[in-house]
Nanobody
Framework: QERLVESGGGLAQAGGSLRLSCAAS????????MGWFRQAPGEEREFVAS???????TSYADSVKGRFTISKDTVNTVDLQMNSLKPEDTAVYYC????????????????WGQGTQVTVSS
């Protein structure tokens, strides 16, 4: 019954910013971790960031640390602020939800959004 919908993707210049949002609905009380993943063509889905359901604990991939910020402004939303964007950040970004804690592996997430395209030009 969990449904995730991403928004905010688009085109940005290198060095620019985008803010992604994910709205969750359904049995959100089952969710312990919310995460953002990305997948570029021909590549595996890559962990980007995660946040505990109450917003206390966050985790980031080394490639985005210091540039991206994950936040949970409401109980049913999670955002990803992306600053200092690089062309390497170009990918489809997915919001995901998991019943476990501290999950960085895509295989362990239970619910997924449809994805939103982020394209960073040089």
């Amino acid at each position: 019954q969990e449904r995730l919908v991403e928004s905010g993707g688009g085109l940005a210049q290198a060095g620019g910013s985008l803010r992604l949002s994910c709205a969750a609905s359904g049995r959100t009380f089952l969710v312990r971790t919310m995460g953002w993943f990305r997948q570029a063509p021909g590549e595996e889905r890559e962990f980007v960031a995660s946040i505990m359901w109450n917003g206390v604990y966050t985790s980031y991939a080394d490639s985005v640390k210091g540039r991206f910020t994950i936040s949970k402004d409401t109980v049913n939303t999670v955002d990803l602020q992306m600053n200092s964007l690089k062309p390497e950040d170009t990918a489809v970004y997915y919001c995901a939800a998991a019943r476990g804690d501290g999950i960085r592996s895509a295989e362990m997430y239970n619910y997924w959004g449809q994805g939103t395209q982020v394209t960073v030009s040089s």
